[in-house]
């Protein structure tokens, strides 16, 4: 299965209210305010961001009247363009290697669950793969990085259960300086987004990186369940005051996931998504496409 067909399947919940809320709409109202009061109703319910659904709908007002559009076909496709350029505002993350890629997130994301399968993405694409096991303190999370860092077949750094954190990083880095490793995954523990001594952790792991291994490109990818809804906006907006992310991994895209809070995401902070994961196998972690993701919306 494809990676739009993965896409297509995952956000069947949304693309079903979506798509009936359309039809519904535009079978009882033609172009005007009380069309797109009640189309900025909808994108809201799909959980698009009040301010973002209020410049979807602007946006569409406006171009709709410039080109007379009056057609639903071209209507919808319009909503389509709109949407996909909400989610390309912020620019595409390219991996440059020698690559680190830091992932944080709240607990229960998938964090150790993405690890295994952005390692085996690039050991897909021929590039050597070192996992750092960070995550120190939830009581067997090394050893269930361990499995996953098996089934990708790729190497794994860890320390006794209670290390620093800092110290794992150190040595992972260490070691994949020395074998000229592509590519270290760290893998850090869930955290409240409101723990400030949690935060500073991050914060000091990210120090050791830029001290150890300045040449490296380093990337902070924050992972966001995509059931989490509105909230995923205020999540992305503390780590990256902590860490300044360079991007989102969103996890858990099932037929339970609303998937218009990424476009809020992309659009009011700057932030791209990188990659999706579109199912529980080692193979089900993708790039991130904004076009397969608006036709897959509708």
Known sequence: MGIFS???NA??????GLAGALSN?????????????????????????????EEIVDELRQQAKKDKLKDR???TGLLKDILEEKLTEADELEIEYPAVIMLVGVNGVGKTTTVGKLANYFISRKKSVTVAAADTFRAAAADQLTVWADRAKVRIVKHEEG????????????SAKAKGTDVVIIDTAGRL??????????????RVVEREYPSANFYKLLILDATTGGNAINQADVFD?????????????DSSAKGGFVISLCSELGIPVAFAGTGEKLEDMEPFSAEDFVEALF
Request: glycine share 2%; charged share 35%; net charge negative.
């Open 6 to 8: 993965k896409l297509k």
């Open 11 to 16: 956000l069947k919940k949304t693309r079903d």
């Open 25 to 53: 709409l535009f079978s009882k109202n033609k172009l005007g305010d009380e069309f797109y009061d009640e189309l900025e109703e909808i994108l809201i319910s799909s959980d698009i961001s009040v301010t973002t659904a």
């Open 73 to 75: 076909e071209f209507v």
């Open 163 to 174: 290390s620093d954190p800092s110290a794992v990083v150190f040595d992972a880095l260490t």
């Open 193 to 206: 987004h409101v723990k400030a001594n949690l935060m500073e952790e991050l914060k000091k792991m990210s």
């Open 241 to 253: 005051e902590a860490v300044e992310l360079d991007g989102i991994v969103l996890t858990k895209l």
